[in-house]
């Protein structure tokens, strides 16, 4: 899950930086986070069962995928939201292109970049539980294994721990991701 | 400060050179540090326009001086200032700078040895004061104690307290600050060139008036080769020592001192930008260190008032002027406020009206009016106290320099091609050195 969401977040920014500067794929990379976002997480499952099989590795590529989203389209706000005054002076102190993206842009750009992996986590959780349909881990088990036996005994209490469980796990890794978004932002750009 | 320069070899090579082939009038205030940048036919065009944006423009910008670029807006003075660090490429021609050719050496390594300043400082956010300093020094690879201790030293240059600035982010500081900071940053690795781009266009007046005051202190120890866009003529007359006027397509319509544009205008274009009042402008021509300054009694924090007051009543002047430990002005007090302390505090009067010596006489009078008073303090170097200005000076000053314009030979600036391989210190014009009783940056 965690591992999900931090892979999510490296392939967007990476994703991001290389499109942002380029108009045509910027608007490429927010249209598909945007209707990326419309697939119903089910009906991707479904559809990964083909390539990967059943297992962890279908689950964990619709997990990052759907992770993904959210973070790339903040990225790209973040990033062209950067001040072309503020680019042009590193460019004019002599920071190169990497340079420039490590030390000013991406810096910048972090607490919206932050925002979207927060988006990112709540979604996600949801997702993950669906991704048991095709056996992958999770709690997501209790909540099928108690649909499927809807009117038997205790099936209703298992859809509720499964639930429960869901909800509990997200507000705690919206806890952690605002604890490490506190670490992450500089004082200097603090709402 | 020569230590600081050591990386700077490339474009300092020849700086000793060409400092002595300019025989620079200023070389009597301390080495030479500028750097020589000729400009030769440089053109600039955007694809899918007619009209090059810079039009084949040969201009020579002697070591060591300030030159101000003035125009309407969208002439190509900010194009042309950024081909010299080149920001931004030029299409033709060549950029010359202390004799090399740098239109093809690498723009970043370029750029570190140019300082650069823009509009607001050009800060970044999420950075310290100190890291902000630091940046260039870092890039260049210095080490982590010379790179704390140069902060401070510029810290100190633009009169901020470094104790109190160093660890503050930007979003805490004034504009004013914030654009000493962004000075101080440009100046870190001590390069020769120090390109401006409006830099004091985001401060109110008065704030305005005292960087620009500030900045020709700093000018005047440093001697820095300065190349400074704005649209503001006053301030074109006060910073420059030459001032290149253009009009659209970067054509240059006058290059001279301020003095000689003023008494000369080239043409009814000139005339138009300098605006009515040409006659009152020689106000910004003349320097409050060139007028006479009245000594007062001074007094430290702790001294006892009585002392004081019996001091200025020998002395007969109207204020005693309160100094802290560098000396910078904080109160002034008159007998009848002495006669009700015992001691002087150290409090500090944020209404009293301080100009700096560079500061024009407009200034002067300026802050006067603002205060309401018939003087103003005037600070030196670093804002150390150096004396009294009052209004009767001023009017004396107006009137002696109404009389006086300089003859000088402008360095070269032209646009047509015609003028074909300008070697640099060939072309290095002398300054004006005939005694301009109006010019503030000699003797």
Redo the contacts between chains.
Sequence with gaps: MVQCLILATVIAILIAVLTVRIPWLAGLANGVSAVGLTIPSFAMIGLMIGPFGFGPLPAVVVVTFFAALPILRNALVGLSGVPA??V?????????RL?RLL??EL??AWPVIMSGIRVSGQMVMGIAAVAAYVLGPGLGTFIFNGLSRLGGANALNQVVVGVVGVVILALILDLLLIGVSRLTI????RA | MPEHAAHNAELDAESAQSAESAGNSQSAGGTEHGAAILLQEVTKRYPGQAKPAVGGLTLEIPSGSVVMFVGPSGCGKTTTLKMI?R?IEPTEGEIIINGKDVTDMD???????IG?V???G???????VAANIA??PK?LGWDKKRIAARVDELLELVSLDPAVYRDR???ELSGGQQQRVGVA??LAADPPVL?MDEPFGAVDPITRQRLQDELLAIQDELHKTIVCVTHDFEEAMKLGDWIAIFDEGAQLVQYDSPERILAQPANEFVESFIGSGAGLKQLSLTRVKEAELSQPVTASPGDAASDVLSRLQGDGGRYAVVLDSRRRPIQWLTARQLSRMQFISDQVDQELPIVGDQATLNDALDEMLVATTGNALVTGPRGAFIGIIDVETVTQAITDARSASGESEAPVGLNSGAMSAVAVAATQEQEPDDALPMDGREA
């Design positions: 005054e503020t042009e002076a590193a460019k004019g102190i002599g920071m190169g340079r030390t000013v810096p910048m500089r004082r200097g750009i | 660090n920001l723009g970043d390594k370029l750029r570190r040895q650069y823009i509009q607001a050009g800060l970044f956010p999420h950075m310290t940046l260039v890039m982010y930007p979003k940053r440009a390109l």
